[in-house]
């Protein structure tokens, strides 16, 4: 098959390359400067240059594939203050990706947010929909609920579509940006590594590889209109993963008051840190044969990398 890729150069798209490739796919990765160029090209993909904002260059890629992974995000505009504008872009990318693929059949998988149906009380599963963005929703992150109810909705279009939720934390050996990183990065500014309260509200995580070969399966079997969890730690209390840390950085592990949240954690991770994230993935196990068999987020951090993994440069 014939796969592109968005965001082929980043911490999951690079593993979602390395996994099509692995298993027998002709891939072509998005990339927008001549750095994602070189790494695209290294993993062993096509390169197709440009980036989320270029509609038409999306729509010719996705025309010639037979089938779309799309996995780029704008992370840094997002928490540098422009997260509208980062959501628009990508809500513009899947409408493009989307109106390419109509009539086809062909398989659309996009990557979308274990917090996409809000806090229930329980854990959320594959069957809880994506709650939609109100008016006032303008600017935060439940507006980018959107994009994961337009690819859903595109089964209507004749679209192969499903959405692959990521879980808090995508942890491994090519994470340099992800909320661990910057948890890590926090703890050893502050000297401490701080946890909301008493800790108590859990997590997701799930090793990035493990990721990778549950967007290869959305992308081969997923029905049309479909939602799958990529978790395997399906809920860690916040205060476990702040011990996980302290520990590998020598460093004690300490509540923060609410009041001093905005100033422990910065002003994006300050209101999610707080929040109960649990999940579950047994649908998705059961019915894709996804199994995660690399190390979870505690073990992880026993393997030691992220105590050596400089911080991103770019």
């Known amino acids: 098959m014939r796969v592109f890729v968005t965001g082929a150069s980043g911490h999951n798209g690079s593993y979602v390359v390395s996994e099509l490739i692995d298993a027998g796919h002709e891939v072509t990765g998005l990339a927008r400067s001549d750095a994602a160029a070189a790494a695209v090209s290294a993993l062993g993909a096509k390169v197709r240059r440009g980036g989320l904002d270029d509609l038409g260059g999306l729509k010719e890629a996705a025309a010639d594939s037979d089938g779309v992974i799309h996995v780029a995000w704008d992370r840094g505009q997002a928490q540098s203050g422009g997260l509208a504008a980062a959501i628009a872009e990508d809500l513009a990318a899947v409408h493009a990706l989307g109106e390419a693929l109509a009539g086809t059949g062909k398989p659309l998988v996009s990557a979308a947010s274990i917090g996409a149906p809000g806090f229930l009380g329980r854990p959320v599963t594959e069957e809880d929909a994506a709650v939609p963005a109100r008016a006032e929703d303008a600017g935060t992150l439940r507006s980018r609920n959107e994009v994961e109810i337009a690819v859903v909705g595109f089964v209507a279009q004749g679209v192969r579509s499903s959405v692959v939720r990521l879980p808090n934390i995508s942890h491994s050996t090519r994470d340099r940006t992800g909320f661990l990183a910057q948890l890590i990065a926090i703890a050893r500014e502050k000297g401490f590594a701080g ?74 991770l300050a209101a999610p840190v707080s929040l109960d994230f649990p999940a579950s993935s047994s649908i998705t196990r059961r019915t894709l044969g996804w199994e995660p068999v690399h190390p979870g987020l505690i073990a992880d951090l026993e393997n030691g990398h992220y105590l050596t993994t400089p911080p991103a440069t770019d």
Do not use: K, M, Q
Request: charge should be negative.
């Open 195 to 268: 946890y909301p309260g008493d800790g108590a509200n859990r997590w997701t995580a799930v090793h990035t590889r493990d990721a990778a070969a549950l967007f290869r399966l959305a992308l081969a079997n997923a029905p049309a209109g479909t939602r799958w969890h990529a978790v395997a730690d399906e809920g860690i209390p916040f205060r476990d993963i702040a011990r996980g840390i302290g520990d590998y950085l020598g460093l004690p592990a300490e509540s923060v008051p609410a009041d001093r949240l905005p100033a422990y954690f910065g002003g994006f």
